[in-house]
């Protein structure tokens, strides 16, 4: 039996054993949860009301990656997402929820739900094989291939992620190859490099004479930067090891602003490193690159005539170019790569690294490190539009890109195509660049630039880099996925017009003159879509929760229908459906509204009622214009074969104390009184809580009959912490299906210290796929040595219907 810790101290000292007692266990709910916590909950509340707004299916598990809160209230909760247990790459998404927590939305990059097998026909041998061959350089080692579920395309497809390491043909690249399989046809579908490049030569150093923050160590300074998350530059001598020297100076004066010094290459890379975190944090709110206000380390001087710069995940790594004469630390070279480490830590994994999404990926590295250009405002590298217009790549001035006219490279496209997936991404970025451009500059003649429209596409007047960086900061934080594209027949939602569309509705509002800009220039750019109509007289938006439910004939089941005023003023609003199966009725209470107010809408069936689903239309009827939602009605007959319905599990709220579920000694108890109410009762379940490395279990084997529609896995989770951080998962509960000789059938969802909440939430998962089973319902919760983190568990069932 755990005790509270006054009673554990108590006993301690007794015993001789304990004089002083400095840290705490099952500490108290916070007061007052984190706005993130809270948001989080209710976008998990909506996630399990109807998991079809995700394309949920049977055997999936959420984790929240991330929440971010709008100053109204708004918020946008991103997810990541396994099936039966596996990685589903694609699969993550984004539920954004009004200031009053009602829905408003999702960003999901699945077509349709998951539906396929998870048994590979192709071996992880052949799979490791095939990365090998597929390497192009000196291969040094391949990693053990992971089966997951590629969903890039916006369908599922089994296959084998394998990393193959080693160096590029250059033997200096370092390079991280995933090599994507197909796990049924053995098929090499796709393959992106974990390390990102951009390859040119510079002929000069480039930022002139700045200030930079360094730190003094004895009497000794250091290129260390306290301003900014202690980020440091250091001088790798010309090789390709892991050894690298912190630059360090007697005076505080570095360099001389050639490269015959060594330190002046350092300087130009130590004050794009400051400037681009100073953009990021001051335009944008974010702290640094990676969110935490960590700083960026950056290395110079690699290699041996090393033409390259690179991110590799964590890290800035420059080459001295040319006869090692050139260094390419160019200020919009490291904003770009630097800005590659933003969109992936947004971003779930990244915007995909191929095809359109990763022309999106590459675009925004070149927006943001133009940006960046222009933030500094050197006098020695003024901002522009054109992308490493200083390190002169082709020998004779040119830049690497043009982002008025992409297509003035001779590689990238400066108007969108059905092509356009098949280039290279640092050429399918030119869509993206250009819509930028002319969003921010206008199309015509500008001072940076003569930028075309494609076809017959009107002029765009442009509304200024500072709305239009927001604009692009904004999709790419709340609403891009990581299969954004520009076109998306599949998921025409998934794309950039779409979601720079809805940020600028939440920045300036819908119908602004921002937002007709933002369909200007893309339509500017050829890419068209199917935008959402916008009004700016009186106009109102229904939408229900949940979207679909089901009903044994001569049964009912309800939804509420909500309604918010979206421009003008407030209207009433009256409300109806259709196609309802033959003898069922609907009724609406109150039957209308005011918009903004919300009505539950009750569907009621009869014996006679046949079984099947239904597509059921409900109608708004404002005073000049009506909306629509649909409710997916599932009848089920009354004589079907489900013998056996009812909730399944044996002493449900742990009521009965320790009976019928297996568990490790003291998760059961009363703890009331301790400090963990219970959601019910008197009687809970408490995993962990010690604040030292400890494993707690609690298990329960349920049979499942066949024959039934309805399988639902339900407990209440409270999650209290001592950890502060939002960012690191140390201490988990993992939900668990086993069979009957224990081996995991699937991981429903791990939720850890990250979770908290200073209440219970109930949880949801359909058994569905294990009807007519007997398996094992298994929570584990594992935390680390220090810091609490609490997982309790009440009022727990399975009910089948």
């Known amino acids: 039996m755990k005790r509270p810790l006054a009673a554990v101290s108590a006993a301690l000292l007794t015993s001789g054993v304990l004089t002083c007692v ?30 079809g707004a995700v394309q949920g299916a049977s055997g999936e598990a959420y984790q929240v990656v991330r929440t971010k809160v709008d100053p109204n209230g708004a918020a946008h909760t991103r997810y990541t997402r396994t099936y039966h247990g596996l990685r589903v790459y694609g699969g993550d998404f984004v539920i ?84 994507i399989t197909d796990a049924t046809t053995g098929r090499v579908i796709g393959s992106y490099d974990e390390i990102e490049t951009v390859t040119g030569t510079g002929n000069s150093i480039y930022s002139g004479t700045v200030s930079i923050d360094t730190t003094l160590s004895g009497s000794t300074y250091q290129m260390v ?11 790798m001598n010309n090789t390709t090891g892991s050894t690298c020297t912190t630059f360090t100076d007697a005076d505080n004066t570095w360099g001389n602003g050639s490269n015959s010094n060594r330190q002046s290459a350092g300087v130009d890379a130590h004050f794009g490193a400051a400037k681009t975190f100073d953009y990021y944090k001051n335009v944008h709110g974010r702290n640094g690159i990676f969110g935490n206000g960590t700083g960026v380390p950056s290395r110079v001087h690699y290699g041996n005539n090393y033409v390259n710069a690179f991110w590799d995940g964590s890290q800035m790594t420059y080459g001295d170019g040319s006869s090692n004469a050139k260094p390419l630390v160019a200020l919009d070279v490291a904003g770009h790569e630097m800005s590659h480490g933003v969109t992936e830590n947004v971003v779930p994994g990244g915007l995909t690294y191929s095809g359109e999404s990763g022309g999106l990926n590459e675009g925004t590295s070149d927006i943001f490190g133009t940006m960046v250009e222009f933030y500094a405002n050197a006098p020695s590298d003024p901002g522009d539009y054109q992308i490493g217009e200083k390190i002169d790549i082709n020998g004779n001035g040119t830049p690497l890109r043009y982002m008025y006219n992409p297509s003035l490279d001779g590689s990238s496209d400066s108007c969108w195509t059905t092509n356009t997936k098949n280039k290279d991404v640092h050429y399918s970025s030119g869509p993206a660049n250009h819509f930028f451009f002319d969003l921010a500059e206008g199309t015509g003649s500008t001072a940076y630039g003569t930028s075309p429209v494609c076809g017959s596409a009107p002029a765009v ?33 998934n794309t950039a017009r779409a979601y720079t569309l809805r940020a600028a509705t939440d920045l300036y509002g819908s119908c602004s003159t921002e937002y007709k800009a933002v369909q200007a220039a893309w339509t500017a750019v050829a890419v ?59 009724s609406f209470s109150p039957s209308s509204v005011t918009s903004g107010g919300s009505s539950t809408l009750t569907i009621s069936t009869t014996s006679s009622t046949a079984a099947g689903t239904y597509s059921v239309t409900v109608t708004g009827t404002g005073t000049s214009v009506n909306h629509m939602a649909t409710y997916t009605l599932t009848v ?99 939900v668990q299906v086993l069979n009957s000789s224990g081996t995991v059938l699937a991981t429903l969802a791990t939720y850890s210290n990250l979770n908290k909440a200073s209440g219970f939430t109930q949880r949801s998962f359909s058994l569905a796929s294990y009807a007519g089973q007997t398996v094992t319902l298994k929570f584990t919760g594992v935390e680390d040595y220090s810091l609490q983190t609490s997982f309790v568990i009440d009022d727990t069932a399975v009910n089948v219907s």
């Open 96 to 179: 954004h929820t009004a200031a009053d927590g009602s829905y408003a939305g999702t960003s999901v990059g699945l077509a349709r739900p998951l539906t396929l097998g998870t048994t590979a026909k192709v071996s992880s041998a052949t799979a490791k094989e095939s990365a090998r061959k597929t390497f192009a350089g000196t291969l040094t080692g391949v990693g053990s291939p992971q089966l997951f579920v590629d969903a890039s395309s916006g369908r599922g497809r089994l296959a084998w992620e394998t990393v193959a390491s080693g160096w590029k043909a250059d033997r200096q690249t370092p390079s991280k190859l995933h090599v």
């Open 461 to 493: 007047t442009g509304i200024g880099r500072a709305k239009a960086e927001k604009i692009w900061f904004r999709a790419l934080d709340v609403y891009f996925t990581s299969n954004t594209s520009y076109v998306n027949t599949t998921t025409p939602s």
């Open 528 to 586: 068209s879509g199917s935008d959402a109509p916008c009004s700016t007289g009186n106009d109102f938006s229904v939408s229900l929760s949940p979207t679909s439910g089901s009903v044994t004939a001569g049964g009912s089941v309800s939804t509420t229908v909500s309604t918010a005023t979206t421009s003008g003023t407030a209207q009433t609003v009256t409300f109806s459906a259709s196609g309802l199966p033959s003898g069922a009725t609907a």
């Open 636 to 734: 089920n007959g009354t004589g079907g074969g489900c013998t056996s319905p009812g909730q399944k599990l044996g002493n449900p709220g742990f009521e009965s104390g320790n009976t019928v579920w297996s568990s490790t000694a003291g998760v059961i108890g009363q703890y009331g009184s301790s400090g963990e109410p219970t959601h019910s009762g008197t009687w809970n379940a408490w995993l962990d809580g010690y604040g030292s490395s400890h494993t707690d279990t609690l298990s329960q084997s349920v049979s499942l009959p066949s024959g039934c529609t309805s399988y639902n896995f339900s407990f209440w989770l409270h999650i209290d912490t001592s950890e502060s951080t939002t960012s690191t998962a140390y201490d988990t509960l993992k």
């Open 225 to 235: 930067d306290p301003s900014h998350g202690n980020g440091r530059t250091c001088d």
């Open 22 to 51: 400095t840290t705490t266990a099952h500490a108290a709910t916070p007061s007052v949860p984190a706005p993130e916590s809270s948001a989080a909950a209710r976008a998990d509340s909506l996630l399990r009301s109807d998991p």
